[in-house]
């Protein structure tokens, strides 16, 4: 390979622009039973809230036609264990980390920010402010520019490290919240989380979600994604795009890196396929070497408009 | 199928996940490993058993011999076995019976006495009732319809065949509210018990967090604990049956 995949997004310098999905890949040690994650540009971690949580009950997931519907609830062991456990085995391989950060306040931002502070092998962070499935849909910050905006601010206050804002595009105007959250100090943007859907069992009348809804995933969303990021990109070129939604293979990364992003992410797809982000990262720079293009910024944004 | 280095790793209990192409479903299909062969004419071969119940499996069912298939396994975590020379009674139900001849085929190697119950909803759903006859000391079938052998659950036999062979140890496959029964009768008995849960799945290898089962811990608590990676096998002493969903 000649092609250059190394990439700085919004500041964080990383080896390719290849990352996993938070939620998508636990905490990096199931998927290195497959291949060496330090491989991958960065790894996005499933988030963490301050205090452990165990999740909603099952029926979690319903696959959905080219996707899947999840609400998992935020499964996790909290901010204190991911640091003293999750997070040094990373750290000790030499992975890229990006922590995921997820609060139902303010101020909840603001703790798990400060608890990240200085924690080794964190490149960034990313503010998950848009996750469909925590229990009251009506704090959903990522909806209004203003508390995204909040929330945003308070964890750039405490950090070290670029901060990145995870909008839905389940939102009238998604470039309205995007300069909220750019405005508040964040490095970029990470487009999108999943789309709030909903799925019935005609035999029993029953939603297929213990949850009733839950967040859609996979193929079903990649256009819905790939258009969020021309609309973002569109109105601030300058900033960093992580894409995501959809995304199997180099040629659906493709679409998103035509579309503004800077870098992209693997998510559902690593369900389908262990090695999916893997087969992304070297499927990049072999299509690139086929083009002679030296590298995906040459790329990225040129989509032809008409 | 043909998948060598599956064959030589795989344990009873554990499942490998097979990629189905059809239209529009995107996850693999998760199956208990039903036999493996190490040596002989079918060295190197994994076996699973499936019912066609949607789009996926209709789209197994439908692949010729010398057809490719893209499986990630053997996942997940095995029957612990004995560690006494205790007979082991091995309980199935429905499709749940498959992983139940490996495992057999494991204690029987070891020297310990195995015995079946095999359950259906009648008897043309009994699965390979002459090969459980031939890998164990006794089988007993139930049906719902009374077809084959006693009308029933496993459960209303279990009793009787545990004391009847001496059983020590029960394992379990098949649906939920059948495990529930299986591990709390068992409990009942004194008897330790082991259950390969059947939960849906998204990814199978840990990382979707879709597959849990709530798993009592030692203080009292309850874990959400991955089917896939934690299990599919855990004690049932351990499963909290009352907060499973």
């Known amino acids: 390979m000649t092609a250059d995949l190394a990439t700085d997004v919004g500041g964080m310098q990383l080896a390719n622009p290849v990352l996993v999905a938070s939620g998508c890949f636990a905490s990096g040690a199931e998927i290195d039973r497959f291949y060496d994650v330090t491989e991958l540009g960065a790894i996005i971690c499933k988030s963490v809230t301050l205090e452990p949580r165990e999740g909603l009950p099952t029926p979690r997931m319903a696959e959905t036609p080219s996707g899947m519907l999840n609400a998992i609830g935020l499964q996790n062991p909290g901010i204190d264990r991911w640091l003293a456990k999750d997070l040094p085995w990373l750290a000790d391989r030499g992975a890229a980390v990006v922590a995921s950060i997820a609060g139902t306040s303010v101020d909840e931002y603001r703790q798990l920010a400060r608890k990240l502070r200085g924690a080794n092998g964190v490149v960034g962070i990313e503010v998950n402010i848009s996750c469909p499935n925590v229990e009251d849909r009506g704090t959903v910050f990522a909806c209004r520019a203003d508390p995204a905006g909040a929330a945003i601010d308070a964890v750039v206050r405490e950090s070290s490290v670029p901060v990145f804002a995870k909008l839905t595009a389940d939102v009238t105007d998604i470039v309205e919240i995007a300069t909220a959250v750019i405005r508040a100090g964040a490095a970029g943007v990470s487009l999108i989380n999943t789309v709030l859907g909903m799925a019935i069992d005609i035999d029993t009348g029953r939603p297929k979600l213990a949850n009733v809804v839950g967040g859609l995933s996979g193929p079903a969303i990649r256009p819905i994604a790939v258009r969020a990021v021309h609309q973002v990109h569109q109105a601030m070129p300058q900033v960093p795009i992580i894409g995501m939604g959809g995304i199997g293979g180099a040629e659906d990364a493709l679409e998103f890196v035509y579309a503004g992003a800077t870098a992209i992410a693997v998510g559902t797809g690593n369900f389908v396929n262990p090695f999916a982000a893997l087969d992304v990262c070297r499927g990049l720079g072999a299509w690139l070497d086929a083009r002679g293009l030296a590298g995906l910024s040459e790329l990225r944004g040129t989509v032809k408009l008409p | ?245």
Request: proline letters at 6%; a neutral charge.
């Open chain 2, 1 to 245: 199928m043909a998948a060598p280095d599956v064959a030589e790793r795989a344990l009873p209990g554990q499942f490998v996940d097979v990629a189905v192409d059809t239209t529009n479903t995107l996850l693999r299909r998760p199956f208990s490993i039903y036999r493996t062969s190490r040596q002989g004419p079918w060295a190197g071969t994994v076996e699973f058993v499936f019912d066609v119940k949607g789009p996926g499996t209709r789209w197994l069912s439908e692949r010729d011999t010398h057809d490719a298939l893209d499986i990630v396994g053997p996942l997940g975590s095995a029957f612990p076995i004995p560690q006494q020379r205790v007979p082991c009674l091995l309980v199935g139900g429905g499709y749940g019976t498959a992983p139940m001849f490996f495992l057999a085929e494991e204690l029987r190697g070891r020297g310990l006495r195995v015995d079946m119950i095999a359950g259906a909803r009648s008897s043309d759903r009994i699965f390979n009732a002459i090969e459980a006859k031939r890998i164990t000391a006794s089988v007993t079938f139930t049906t719902d319809d009374g077809s084959a052998g006693e009308q029933g659950q496993v459960t209303d036999v279990l009793e009787d065949v545990a004391r009847r062979c001496g059983s020590g140890v029960v394992y379990a496959c098949g649906p939920m509210p059948m495990l529930r029964a299986v591990g709390e009768l068992a409990g009942s008995l004194g008897l330790p018990c082991q259950v390969a849960v059947e939960e849906l799945m998204g990814c199978g290898v840990g990382v979707c967090w879709t597959c849990v089962v709530p798993i009592r811990q030692k203080d009292g608590s309850l874990k959400m604990k991955r089917s896939c990676l934690d299990g599919p096998v855990f004690n049932a002493a351990k499963v909290a049956w009352e907060a499973c969903t």
